[in-house]
T-cell receptor, first 109, second 118 residues
Framework: QKEVEQNSGPLSVPEGAIASLNCTYS??????FFWYRQYSGKSPELIMF????GDKEDGRFTAQLNKASQYVSLLIRDSQPSDSATYLC?????????FGQGTTLQVKP | EAGVAQSPRYKIIEKRQSVAFWCNPISGHATLYWYQQILGQGPKLLIQFQNNGVVDDSQLPKDRFSAERLKGVDSTLKIQPAKLEDSAVYLC????????????????FGPGTRLLVL
């Protein structure tokens, strides 16, 4: 069974801090990795994707990928209360997107 | 650009009844997905269409669930008969194409249909 694992949290950080969200995956054939944000009662919305080893930055968000360790992370700089949500990590392999259970992030003012 | 549309947004039914959900993907998107998201879990793929053909339905409970995308655009997901454990959010997503490097496989989600089976 191909899996994506996340710590369900909640992860609590103070406003302005860096939030670090982590994810591991079991399928070495996975090619692309996605981070989605899901507010309570809403559908997932794409934050960013990454498919090369290393870092990819987009505004306050940085995705990191280490294929050797099968590890993906998302860093959120200058965290805001509006960033409070569940963050879903997903791995794309053989055309199918496999989601983790999500990590709940709480940013406290 | 209009997003993925779904209806209804909410549905409450009794167990053993039937229910149908409708999805209209983003214009031009060839690939359409139906996911089931149970509370506290990530979305789980039920079925994936490329145009009007099924690419993957390995996790679709075929004894009670069915889906179609007859003209390669809109899609309908049906449950008959419903069970209590079918209570979940049913998400439709679409992407330009099947998975390949570069982001063409990026999936965009609709607002979902919240189903409660009593």
């Amino acid at each position: 069974q191909k899996e994506v694992e996340q710590n369900s949290g909640p992860l609590s950080v103070p406003e302005g801090a860096i939030a670090s969200l982590n994810c591991t995956y079991s399928d070495r054939g996975s090619q692309s990795f996605f981070w989605y944000r899901q507010y309570s009662g809403k559908s997932p919305e794409l934050i960013m994707f990454i498919y090369s080893n290393g870092d990819k930055e987009d505004g306050r968000f940085t995705a990191q990928l280490n294929k050797a360790s099968q590890y993906v992370s998302l860093l959120i700089r200058d965290s805001q209360p509006s960033d409070s949500a569940t963050y879903l990590c997903a791995a794309m392999g053989t055309g199918k997107l496999i989601f983790g259970q999500g990590t709940t992030l709480q940013v406290k003012p | 650009e209009a997003g993925v549309a779904q209806s209804p947004r909410y549905k409450i039914i009794e167990k053993r009844q039937s229910v149908a959900f409708w999805c209209n993907p983003i214009s031009g998107h060839a690939t359409l997905y139906w996911y089931q998201q149970i509370l506290g879990q990530g979305p789980k793929l039920l079925i994936q269409f490329q145009n009007n053909g099924v690419v993957d339905d390995s996790q679709l409970p075929k004894d009670r669930f069915s889906a179609e995308r007859l003209k390669g655009v809109d899609s309908t997901l049906k449950i008959q008969p419903a069970k209590l454990e079918d209570s979940a959010v049913y998400l439709c997503a679409s992407s330009l194409d099947l998975a390949r490097a570069g982001g063409a496989e990026t999936q965009y989600f609709g607002p979902g249909t919240r189903l409660l089976v009593l």
